[in-house]
T-cell receptor
């Protein structure tokens, strides 16, 4: 039973380019969360999605960032016109349901480096 | 807005001794707390949790203590082993909410 799969593991982009990060949740999980970890900081919640729905995007920057979880395929976190400050580790997590007391299963993360 | 704080960025302990990792929170609405462990180049993995109706939860070598009045929780590892060396994240949530808040992490090093 494969865990949460994220790809790519490492992504290098130049300023102004687009970054697309993919996440396939664990089998049977319909809830996906994206977190960002900046250097020397903890994990910061970005967005929570269910299939075809954004449930909570209160942690997403207002511009350049978007996320989707289509009916078929992985969840995508998209960052347009990347800047150096976007360099971070982006972690995806999934759970079978929500409720605040559900432990999350994390992927190995995508390390985004913006040159 | 750092609602979950881990004030010790690192901790070094001798093998066989007790490791105590601390976490403080500011939001009195939090009612579920978790500890995650993270090795380099891997995602965090769930370690142990505790509900606010309890003050202690034990799982093998790992015990989490919750002091609601002080808004403080701690993770005890005894005896510590070199394989426990990792970054430990404290997390807190409100049941029914979507946002799990994480601390900045404490890097534990267990020396042989």
């Amino acid at each position: 039973n494969a865990g949460v799969m994220q790809n790519p593991r490492h992504l290098v982009r130049r300023r102004g380019q687009e970054a697309r990060l993919r996440c396939s949740p664990m089998k049977g999980h319909s809830h996906v969360y994206w977190y960002r970890q900046l250097p020397e900081e903890g994990l910061k919640f970005m967005v929570y999605l269910q299939k075809e729905n954004i449930i909570d995007e209160s942690g997403m920057p207002k511009e350049r960032f978007s996320a989707e979880f289509p009916k078929e395929g992985p969840s995508i976190l998209r960052i347009q016109q990347v800047v150096r400050g976007d360099s971070a580790a982006y972690f995806c997590a999934s759970s079978p349901r929500t409720g605040g007391n559900e432990k999350l299963f994390f992927g190995s993360g995508t390390q985004l480096s913006v040159l | 807005d750092q609602q979950v704080k881990q004030n010790s960025p690192s901790l070094s302990v001798q093998e066989g001794r007790i490791s105590i990792l601390n976490c403080d929170y500011t939001n009195s609405m939090f009612d579920y707390f978790l500890w995650y462990k993270k090795y380099p180049a891997e995602g965090p993995t769930f370690l142990i949790s505790i509900s606010s109706i309890k003050d202690k939860n034990e799982d093998g070598r790992f015990t989490v203590f919750l002091n609601k009045s002080a808004k403080h929780l701690s993770l005890h590892i005894v005896p510590s082993q070199p394989g426990d060396s990792a970054v430990y994240f404290c997390a807190a949530s409100v049941v029914g909410d979507n946002d799990m808040r994480f601390g900045a992490g404490t890097r534990l090093t267990v020396k042989p």
